[in-house]
């Protein structure tokens, strides 16, 4: 699991097609990146999310905005579960400075939890599930300045 993780983390932050020098900010569930008006946040293998961490990346990803609105790509196929409290803040207050969300997921589980998400917690900003990196990418560009 530790080497997928791994993996996905150099696809997604250092693939050359993709890469720019950019602030990086890693917390001990999540890894936050801004690359060509797209904030990036891959979450840590086995992590669960409650609210107590889905605040500290709100925090973590409102100081790497520095008050600027991105669109988010994330990352949750390593993610072992959303909390409810944690998606309900997500979904509202956890979404300050953002215009748009692609969630990458790999497994049933993560799909279950993504099509959770969206269904149940309606987000306020417009919000779409993906198995490949590049269609979530290429969703999000619309939405960047």
């Known amino acids: 699991m530790q080497i997928n993780y791994f993996a996905n983390l ?11 020098d950019t602030e990086t900010i890693e917390n001990d569930f999540a890894c936050l990146r801004i690359r060509e008006g797209i904030l990036y946040a891959v979450y840590k293998p086995g992590t669960v999310i409650d609210l107590k961490k889905a605040r500290q990346v709100t925090a973590d990803r409102l100081r790497l905005q520095r ?36 969630v990458l997921y790999s ?11 969206i269904d149940v ?23 960047t300045r």
């Open 107 to 117: 497994t049933s589980q993560t799909r279950a939890i993504v099509n959770f998400y």
């Open 10 to 20: 150099w696809r997604i932050f250092m693939d050359p097609i993709m890469f720019s």
């Open 67 to 102: 008050e600027k609105n991105y669109p988010v790509f994330v990352d949750l196929r390593e993610v072992t579960r959303v909390e409810r409290a944690a998606r309900h803040y997500f979904a509202h207050e956890g979404s300050i400075l953002l215009n748009a969300m692609a």
């Open 121 to 143: 917690n309606v987000p306020v900003i417009p919000t779409r599930a993906f198995t490949d990196q590049y269609s979530a990418l290429d969703y999000l560009k619309p939405f």
